[in-house]
């Protein structure tokens, strides 16, 4: 029912009864209004040394507009075999129907509908078969009331947390692949020497680059140029008459020099018809 159809006294009871229950030890009861303050959830557990043990049975409580002068009327969502509740979920109780009192609260219900769980009432049932079976069987009655509670009201297992995810390790091929990269920045290592078949020796082609041949080249050269350079050590005239200069018994210095001049006169014609010349009181025959 809306709130605003409500009178204020039944709301400030139900507000009242939320503060109350913050300050209740409920063990294993759940109990809690919904959106609509006339709509409340409950959950109970079996009793321990019951037949319900171990299951988990929901339950909703629907307040009358003038609550809580007209009792609650209570569902079980959860089926159960009990001889008091029927089905649908109805349930029979005393303080639900003529033994209702407006100093009862809901959480009292919840109380008594868990203390119908452990001593049902055979005077009373809804489910008067059930009930036969209860005062005539009872091995039978709890054995079928736990096959129902193992079946209907097992509670969902509890979810666990989520684990993150695992850290992947890098795989063998990625590895191999960084292996390889870094190998490629460095130089190959040269390769193996060829072994000749039938213990011949390891022989491997060798590049060398002969810069001592051009230097020898170029030194022989060198040495051809002095050569001509040099005259025979003898001093004299050769067969023609011509007067042969002696060269210096040094090596003939390689290194450019300023050409030096001479004086050259002349100093009349020679025997034969000729011109002499004189260099430097060195006598030179020019022959016609």
Not at 11 to 39: M, N, Q, V, W
Not at 47 to 59: K, Q, T
């Amino acid at each position: 029912m809306p709130a605003s159809m409500a009178s204020s006294m039944t709301l400030k009871r139900i507000h009242r009864e939320i503060a109350d229950l913050k300050k209740e030890d409920l063990g294993g009861i759940t109990l809690t209004p919904t959106d609509s303050l006339f709509l409340w959830k409950a959950s109970i557990p079996g009793p321990e040394g019951s037949c319900y043990e171990g299951g988990v049975f929901n339950a909703e409580i629907q307040l009358a507009p003038d609550y809580p002068f007209s009792a609650p009327k209570v569902i079980f969502v959860t089926r159960i075999y009990h001889m008091n509740i029927s089905d649908r979920g109805n349930v029979c109780i005393d303080i639900l129907k003529q033994n209702w009192s407006p100093a009862l609260s809901i959480f009292k219900v919840i109380l008594s509908l868990s203390s119908l769980l452990t001593d049902p009432n055979p005077k009373d049932p809804l489910v008067p078969s059930i009930a036969n079976e209860y005062v005539r069987n009872r091995e039978l009655h709890n054995r079928t009331a736990k096959q129902w509670t193992q079946l209907y009201a097992r509670p969902p297992p509890p979810k666990l947390p989520t684990p993150p995810p695992p850290t992947s390790l890098p795989t063998s091929s990625a590895t191999n692949g960084r292996q390889i990269n870094k190998g490629k920045s460095r130089a190959p290592p040269p390769p193996p020497p060829t072994i000749n078949g039938a213990g011949g020796s390891a022989s491997a082609a060798i590049a060398i680059e002969d810069s001592d041949s051009e230097m020898d080249a170029e030194g022989a050269a060198r040495a051809r140029a002095g050569t001509k350079r040099r005259k025979t050590r003898e001093s004299g005239t050769n067969r023609d008459g011509v007067l042969v200069i002696d060269g210096d018994d040094e090596q003939v210095d390689e290194s450019p020099r300023a050409p030096k001049k001479r004086k050259v006169t002349s100093a009349g014609r020679s025997r034969g018809g000729g011109s002499r010349t004189t260099v430097d009181d060195d006598v030179i025959v020019i022959d016609d």
